[in-house]
């Protein structure tokens, strides 16, 4: 083949019914045995609020960065054919939109008064850091063409901070933290790439 470098795009499918998500990838075989892995990915779909299930759904879209590395089998894998294993450290960066909803608390003095209280929708973004491992395997056909599949498991830490002494953007974060859980603990993908030079 005698080319090193190889473009691939992927989708990212997850066990738990999320949709699926475009991946673009560029690869470079460093070594007989190693690729070095640059990668993006974007993500988006709707969770509901814990604390207020009957406010409306809110939306988390993410694009992750990711940088790892492959290691192809001792004896019968060479990159970029055959098994590998796959460690990679990921960077998030999430938004979630909220929208405009009312709660209603009640107060007790010589009998109860029922009080309407309104939250005013907004979004939010923070960055998660994240790694994974995986395995996979690659085939190679007409010399240039590549499939690429496998399984990852990936643990990812969301950083962020609640605001205004309200439960409301903390409830929501949950939900987005709960949301990036379900779908990044355990995901399958399928790409097609080629060698490019």
Not at 36 to 52: A, D, Q, V
């Amino acid at each position: 083949m005698g080319k090193h470098c190889i473009l691939e795009c992927s989708g990212i499918l997850s066990p738990n019914r999320h949709p699926v998500s475009p991946a673009f990838s560029v690869n470079y075989i460093v070594t007989k045995r190693k690729e070095l892995c640059f990668g993006t990915n974007y993500f988006k779909s709707t969770f509901n609020n814990s604390n207020y299930p009957m406010s409306r759904k809110s939306e988390l879209s993410w694009v992750n960065f990711s940088l790892g590395l492959k290691l192809f089998g001792r004896r019968k894998a060479w990159a970029p054919i055959g098994g590998y294993l796959k460690w990679e450290v990921l960077y998030y960066l999430n938004t979630i939109h909220y929208y405009p909803f009312e709660t209603t608390s009640s107060v007790s003095y010589y009998h109860y008064l029922n009080s309407q209280l309104a939250h005013q929708g907004g979004s939010v973004k923070y960055p998660v850091i994240g790694g994974a491992f995986g395995i996979g395997r690659q085939r190679v056909f007409f010399d240039r063409m590549i499939v690429d599949y496998g399984l990852r498991i990936c643990l990812a830490v969301p950083f962020y901070k609640s605001k205004g002494g309200s439960d409301v953007p903390q409830s929501i974060y949950e939900g987005a933290s709960d949301l990036l859980f379900e779908r990044e603990s355990i995901m399958l993908h399928v790409g097609l790439g080629f060698l490019a030079f």
